[in-house]
Antibody, heavy 118, light 111 residues
Framework: EVQLSESGGGLVQPGGSLRLSCAAS????????MIWVRQAPGKGLEWVSG????????YYAHSVKGRFTLSRDNSKNMVYLQMNSLRVEDTAVYYC???????????WGQGTLVTVSS | QPVLTQPSSASASLGSSVKLTCTLS???????IAWHQQQPGKAPRYLMK???????NRVSGVPDRFSGSSAGADRFLTISNLQSEDEADYYC?????????FGGGTKLTVL
């Protein structure tokens, strides 16, 4: 059974940093790209970042490029999203998601809330 | 990069059917899309993929009341015999080599 479990969310001041983690199990981890998607309060889903199965390629939305860094440790089945220079508009629930065969999300984690506020 | 357009809201009566639309931007009419359901207060849930030719593959555990279809740049999610638990936000998603895109979502109200 596929499981994704996010952690690391919390309250942080503008300009601060936070690292989100996603623990994965139930599938051949290094075979699939992993992505992060966020949802601001009352808003829709917004893709944030993605990483290939090998970890050799990373991709970022324009809104977070240069501030967020995505990485993975295939020996531990973990994905990490390092978020720096956080802004109030980064406040959202952050979901870790698995890409399925052929592309597109085929499994979602439960999400972790990040609040950026002074 | 592709853009996905969805109506912001839809409504239908209990036991009836509803067809939700997701429209692909020009140049991406052949893209495969995925449909996701988000019930109030919950994480999204993947439902199915829909191809340009109309073929769809519903994930295990999703009731067969949910089906997909396609026409040109439009991808559809049809829900028949609407149940109260179908009241949710529905998002379409597509992707290319280095980006993932979500539509704005359709809020479905079951009357």
């Amino acid at each position: 059974e596929v499981q994704l479990s996010e952690s690391g969310g919390g309250l942080v001041q503008p300009g601060g940093s936070l690292r989100l983690s996603c623990a994965a199990s139930g599938f051949t981890f290094n075979t699939y790209a992993m992505i992060w998607v966020r949802q601001a309060p009352g808003k829709g889903l917004e893709w944030v970042s993605g990483i290939s199965g090998s970890g050799g390629s990373t991709y970022y939305a324009h809104s977070v490029k240069g501030r967020f860094t995505l990485s993975r440790d295939n020996s531990k089945n973990m994905v990490y999203l390092q978020m720096n220079s956080l802004r109030v508009e980064d406040t959202a629930v952050y979901y870790c998601a698995k890409e399925g065969p052929g592309g597109g999300v085929d499994f979602w984690g439960q999400g972790t809330l990040v609040t950026v506020s002074s | 990069q592709p853009v996905l357009t969805q109506p912001s809201s839809a409504s239908a009566s209990l036991g009836s059917s509803v067809k939700l639309t997701c429209t692909l931007s020009s140049g991406h009419r052949g893209n495969i899309i995925a449909w996701h359901q988000q019930q109030p207060g919950k994480a999204p849930r993947y439902l199915m993929k829909v191809e340009g030719g109309g073929r769809f593959n519903r994930v295990s555990g999703v009731p067969d009341r949910f089906s997909g279809s396609s026409a040109g740049a439009d991808r559809f999610l049809t829900i028949s015999n609407l149940q109260s638990e179908d009241e949710a936000d529905y998002y379409c998603e597509t992707w290319d080599s280095d980006t993932w895109v979500f539509g704005g979502g359709t809020k479905l109200t079951v009357l």
